[in-house]
């Protein structure tokens, strides 16, 4: 059964940063891209950062790229998310997410498992 962990949320204040972990298990995921999707309250489900670990490449939705790094430990099958310059706007529940493939989607129902979230929130 494949399970997703996150960690590493927390409060931080507007331009510090913070690294978040996704730690997968329950199978093999060469094959898979590990995405990060973020939740404010009253929106949607917005994508922030994939990885596909068999090609080493990597998308970013435009609010994020330049300050946020998506990498992954195949060793451990983990995934980080480093977000730096952070904004108030980042403020949201980040969920990992996993799917089996070779494209990064960007559409939250094109992944199959999700972690549980963990909190960010920036103050201003």
């Known amino acids: 059964q494949v399970q997703l962990v996150e960690s590493g949320g927390g409060l931080v204040q507007a331009g510090g940063s913070l690294r978040l972990s996704c730690a997968a298990s329950g199978r093999t995921f060469t094959n898979y891209a590990m995405g990060w999707f973020r939740q404010a309250p009253g929106k949607d489900r917005e994508f922030v950062a994939a990885i596909m670990w068999s090609r080493s490449s990597t998308r970013y939705a435009d609010s994020v790229l330049g300050r946020f790094t998506i990498s992954g430990d195949n060793a451990k099958n983990t995934v980080y998310l480093q977000m730096n310059s952070l904004k108030p706007e980042d403020t949201a529940v980040y969920y990992c997410?996993?799917?089996?493939?070779?494209?990064?989607?960007?559409?939250?129902?094109?992944?199959?498992?999700w972690g549980q979230g963990t909190q960010v929130t920036v103050s201003s």
């Open positions: 997410a996993a799917k089996f493939g070779y494209n990064i989607p960007t559409r939250a129902d094109e992944y199959k498992y």
